[in-house]
């Protein structure tokens, strides 16, 4: 079994990319879905981020206002890293238990985390290979700004917020271009999920 990260800028393309890999055949686990499992109204994650955040980062169902959070955490340093000391952990068990079990299913699987602070997070360290999605800043800006309705300075904010793409870059096993058109875009992926499956 390969594991592979995926990972790159906020709003460079990332999603889009595991979504073409996932219709090649890899298995795809997705980090923010984990995350946003193990913070479900009453687990011991959702309790301790209640505990510091207040109930103010709470929608009237309980459920977590991630707007609301993220306009807290995207402000302050120190907030943010409180925030990934709840999650990180129990996403990364999460995974683990994701991974063995794909394994199991087929040792010769190619598995896809998806992820979004894999350097941030030291996740680097537990993949076998790293790919990188790439865009220019411009386009992360006009990206965030259209899909989350975020103005310059808090799109701005959540780019600073991550590594700067271009060390992810140098990091990398494999590079691929997020602005490119999809059809180009889904060759790239075929051509590489091709080359993993080798690997596997």
């Given at each position: 079994?390969?594991?592979?990260g995926l990972t790159g800028g906020v709003a460079t393309g990332k999603s ?115 790919i990188v999605v790439a865009a220019g800043r411009a386009v992360q800006l ?35 271009d997020g602005t490119l058109r999809r059809s180009s875009l889904n060759t ?13």
């Amino acid at each position: 079994m390969l594991l592979v990260g995926l990972t790159g800028g906020v709003a460079t393309g990332k999603s889009t990319v595991a979504r073409m890999f996932k219709r090649c055949g890899a298995v795809v686990i997705d980090a923010d879905t984990l995350a946003r499992k193990v913070v479900e109204p009453d687990r011991p994650a959702w309790r301790e981020i209640v505990r510091i955040f207040g109930r103010g980062v709470l929608k009237p169902d309980r459920t977590l206002d991630r707007h609301a959070l993220g306009a807290v955490v995207f402000r302050r340093a120190a907030k943010r890293r409180a925030l990934e000391r709840i999650i990180h952990p129990r996403v990364a068990r999460e995974q683990a238990r994701l991974t063995r079990r794909a394994a199991l299913a087929n040792p010769k699987a190619v598995v896809i985390y998806d992820v979004p602070l894999l350097f941030e997070a030291g996740i680097d360290k537990r993949v076998d290979l790293i790919i990188v999605v790439a865009a220019g800043r411009a386009v992360q800006l006009a990206r965030l700004k259209k899909r989350n309705g975020l103005t310059n300075t808090e799109a701005d904010r959540r780019i600073r917020s991550q590594l700067p793409l271009a060390g992810k870059i140098r990091r990398a096993d494999f590079v691929l271009d997020g602005t490119l058109r999809r059809s180009s875009l889904n060759t790239r992926v075929r051509r590489l999920y091709r080359e993993l499956r080798q690997l596997a």
